[in-house]
């Protein structure tokens, strides 16, 4: 009697778990027999990103996203998972070869871009360039920041906010990359009538913190009278903080940097980071897709469209706050 209610009982459990596995897992594991597909769409549009999980390619992207559900277009995100050249090549030609309707990408180097971009156009593909351009492609329009004109406001920022000799190292998101290259050089040409300032160094951080913390270390290891510090891209701020915070606390230098990401912004409101470049790329997003709707419906839009760029200090993080909720406090 006693093992025939034991029976029973373990009978109720196996039953119950098996029960209870069906339902969730139907409800965990079912594909819906409708996928949503790019041909319910009027737009098959692809964005290309530098990196994927970058957090300033993801504002890009949300800014993307946004104008893709306003416009019923079917939006797609790829690129390589960290910054590298070969692969960002082999994603384009792949989604060249895939025939959507439109790409947005950047025209990061003439030699390796120039070429697909013109080949995405033979096949009918428009193609917008984001965030860096490739005005000698045959790319229809251009959204995104004057990197020149920015690099050479960080250097007059540079000159208002220091007094007295400043020694500087430049940490650059990639060499290669035509928007890092333009930046380096607006700042160039922005402190070269200073004989005050002059950069000592430069050093590359491949777009990463890490690669920014060991770039800024290299520096101070070379140049340990270094008093200032400028980041061409979003996360060379936090990297160089970094190193700062940890080795150097008493040196205080000057920073300047890339990007309104939460924590370059948190570090500027510490006093840890003296200035931010701003730039817009929500704004780059959404009016990249945009563009390329424009393109498609046979309209001739501005072929160059610069976003607003703008030095943000501390005391102006209020202000901005409120001006720039599409983009900052995303
Ligand atoms: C640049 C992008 C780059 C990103 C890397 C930004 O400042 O505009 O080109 O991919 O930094 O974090």
Do not use: C
Not at 124 to 149: C, F
Not at 194 to 203: A, D, F, P
Not at 248 to 262: K, M, S, V
Not at 268 to 273: A, N, R
């Amino acid at each position: 009697m006693y093992k025939k209610i034991i029976n029973l009982v373990v009978l109720v459990i196996l039953i119950t778990s098996f029960l209870l596995m069906t339902y969730y897992g139907v409800n965990t594991f079912h594909v819906k027999s409708n996928p949503i597909e790019p041909q319910d769409f009027q737009y098959h549009f692809v964005l290309i990103s530098e990196e994927t999980n970058n957090d300033y390619w993801r504002l890009i992207e949300s800014g993307a996203i946004d104008a893709a559900k306003k416009h019923n277009v079917y939006l797609e995100y790829l690129g390589p998972s960290h910054a590298n050249m070969s692969e960002h090549v082999r994603i384009f030609d792949k989604a060249i070869a895939g025939k959507v309707d439109g790409i947005m990408i950047q025209g990061i180097s003439d030699k390796e871009f120039t070429p697909l971009i013109n080949k995405a156009r033979e096949k009918g593909i428009s193609i917008v360039t984001i965030d860096t351009d490739a005005p000698n492609s045959r790319r229809e329009v251009y959204v995104g920041t004057d990197n020149y004109q920015s690099g050479y406001m960080a250097g007059q920022a540079l000159i208002e906010d220091t007094v007295g000799e400043q020694k500087v190292g430049v940490v650059i998101g990639r060499s290669a990359a035509s928007n890092q290259d333009l930046r380096l050089q607006g700042f160039m040409d922005a402190i070269k009538s200073e004989s005050r300032i002059q950069i000592v160094g430069v050093k590359e951080s491949n777009i990463t913190k890490t690669g920014a913390v060991q770039a800024t270390y290299d520096l101070l290891k070379e140049h340990p009278d270094i008093t200032a510090f400028y980041g061409t891209s979003a996360l060379d701020g936090i990297g160089i903080t970094q190193v700062i915070r940890t080795i150097r606390p008493n040196l205080n230098p000057y920073i300047i940097t890339f990007d309104t990401l939460p924590e370059t912004v948190e570090l500027l409101s510490k006093g840890e980071i003296d200035a931010i470049v701003v730039q817009y790329p929500y704004e780059m997003g959404f009016r990249a897709v945009e563009m390329l709707i424009e393109l498609k419906d046979g309209r001739h839009p501005e072929p160059l469209q610069y976003t607003k760029t703008e030095i943000l200090h501390q005391k102006d993080l209020s202000s901005l706050q409120n001006d720039q909720k599409g983009d900052m406090a995303r």
